[in-house]
């Protein structure tokens, strides 16, 4: 129990420092049009793409291991839905189903190539990144095709006053949620990332399950692609990369409080995570400082937080 309240008290922490801090600057330089309830919904739905791809993510760090192919998958979805939809809303169901489908057996061969023929996941997903980028760079150079106006409105739209992406990711954590607290598949995600052998004893397919992780990951990567056609109408072969998905995903999620070693940690921690990192630049706007400042703030919370959490967790089994 302890530890639970560790990897939730952490992020709360760590969030309403955020907010404060983007109170205290908007107040400051006399912007308080910036703390209306709208503009929160614009800061949060800025980060829409990394929220999608930072909850997949948090699949594969449970079971103690890692994708750094999702930026690139994000660009090859992105570019794959707006090459095949190509405007024609009659093309929007099977660019999806085929978005879907490649995002699955990327997933797949990720997790058998990590489970089966025991190769590093960082070495695997690495490997996977070099050749979608290298398969993307082959056969596009620029942007790709169109959506049609209807497929738009997953970035646009609005339900009940709020954003439909919005809806979704939240709708997304739930779902991630309810699989991990309640059924027997996402607790073995926590089985396998805590003690790989342990599981094995007790009857995990363990292999199975890190298969699964990464098909979930991978999944989610593909729709963040489908949401950022829809977002810039169109798919482009740098959008992922160029975002930063990979790390940034990964620097969420353990913000959040997900272990990197497995084992401990969720989806609502992540959420909080992508919500710190979104506050983070919204106060840097806000206050006019340069960009690289921003960088460099985040990798100072990413360290601090990791060393606490280690810190914390040595403390508690000694």
Not at 60 to 84: E, G, M
Not at 257 to 270: E, F, H, P
């Amino acid at each position: 129990m302890p530890r639970l309240r560790l990897t939730t008290l952490v992020p709360l922490l760590l969030l309403a420092t955020a907010l404060a801090v983007y109170a205290g600057v908007a107040v400051g330089t006399g912007q308080m049009q910036y703390l209306s309830f709208d503009n929160i919904l614009t800061i949060l739905g800025r980060s829409i793409a990394l929220g999608i791809t930072a909850v997949g993510q948090t699949f594969a760090i449970l079971v103690a291991s890692i994708d750094l192919s999702v930026a690139n998958l994000i660009s090859v979805s992105a570019v794959l839905a707006s090459f095949v939809m190509d405007g024609d809303p009659s093309r929007m169901l099977p660019a999806i189903a085929l978005v879907l489908t490649v995002g699955v057996l990327i997933g797949l061969v990720n997790g058998l190539v990590i489970a089966k023929l025991q190769v590093n996941p960082l070495i695997a997903t690495l490997g996977m990144a070099l050749i979608l980028q290298g398969l993307l760079s082959a056969s596009f150079n620029n942007f790709a095709g169109a959506v049609p106006e209807s497929f738009q409105s997953f970035a646009y739209g609005t339900v009940a006053g709020l954003p439909v992406s919005l809806v979704f990711l939240l709708a997304l954590t739930v779902l991630a949620w309810v699989f991990l607290r309640f059924t027997r598949p996402g607790s073995n995600f926590y089985a396998v990332g805590g003690n790989e052998a342990a599981a094995k004893l007790a009857g995990i397919a363990t292999d199975r399950v890190k298969i699964m992780a990464h098909v979930l990951c991978s999944t989610c990567a593909a729709i963040a692609g489908l949401y950022l056609a829809s977002r810039l109408r169109s798919g482009a072969p740098w959008i992922g990369r160029d975002g930063v998905y990979d790390l940034e995903s990964i620097a969420v999620v353990v913000i959040g409080g997900t272990v990197l070693a497995g084992g401990r940690g969720g989806v609502w921690g992540t959420l909080m995570g992508v919500m710190i990192f979104s506050l983070i630049d919204a106060t840097f706007n806000l206050a006019g400082i340069d960009a690289f400042a921003k960088q460099i703030l985040r990798g100072v919370i990413i360290i601090a937080a990791v060393a606490f959490y280690v810190a914390r967790s040595k403390r508690i089994t000694a």
